[in-house]
């Protein structure tokens, strides 16, 4: 289990319309890299228009409490993908469901890993929740390992979990619970 008090530094922020061209261009140069891992998308989606309607409904969400959908920053503080906590559920539940991606050129380098560590640490610290639960196809090993490498475990395998790439298709299921505090 990594320490959530380590001191690294966030490389993710919430995300803002000012981000809409970034995104939508990312989105553009990285469809077919994306595709194997995302449902299948309409033309607007990888439009500026498209991103623009994507993160309004996102950040309403977020008003509302149910979503925190941030963008990922390179080390010159460039948006090269996005992290998003989905689901937002309070009461005795107190957990979310996270999703990632980064683009084709910054993947292998460490971001997503930074990333899922500081959103993580945003959930526990700032939001209070207890629980982040993340879904990866069977066969994204990588995304698994940057789940691990964060403290996620996995707890199941969901038939059938999500429309992927245009098919009904199992998922892994991963968790990481907020370390109780050090009795003594």
């Not at 008090?5 to 993710?12: E, Q, S, Y």
């Not at 891992?37 to 309607?53: K, L, V």
């Not at 309403?60 to 080390?75: F, M, N, R, W």
């Amino acid at each position: 289990m990594p320490a959530w008090d380590d001191g690294r530094v966030n490389i993710t922020r919430l995300v803002t319309s000012e981000d809409v061209p970034a995104l939508a261009e990312l989105l553009r140069v990285n469809r077919e890299f994306l595709a194997p891992w995302d449902p299948i998308r309409s033309e607007d989606y990888f439009t500026a228009n498209g991103q623009h309607a994507v993160i309004e409904a996102d950040l309403q969400q977020h008003e509302q409490g149910s979503k925190l959908p941030h963008v990922i920053l390179d080390d010159a503080g460039r948006v090269i993908g996005r992290i998003t906590l989905n689901g937002i559920v309070r009461g005795p539940f107190q957990s979310c469901s996270m999703g990632y991606w980064v683009s084709a050129s910054h993947n292998g380098r460490g971001f997503a890993t930074r990333a899922v560590h500081g959103i993580v640490r945003v959930a526990f610290e700032e939001l209070g929740l207890h629980r982040v639960q993340a879904e990866t196809l069977l066969h994204n090993v990588r995304s698994q390992r940057v789940l691990e490498r964060n403290g996620f475990m996995q707890f199941g395998m969901a038939p059938e979990y999500l429309n992927i790439a245009g098919r009904w298709q199992d998922h892994a299921m991963y968790q990481v619970v907020k370390p109780s505090p050090a009795t003594g």
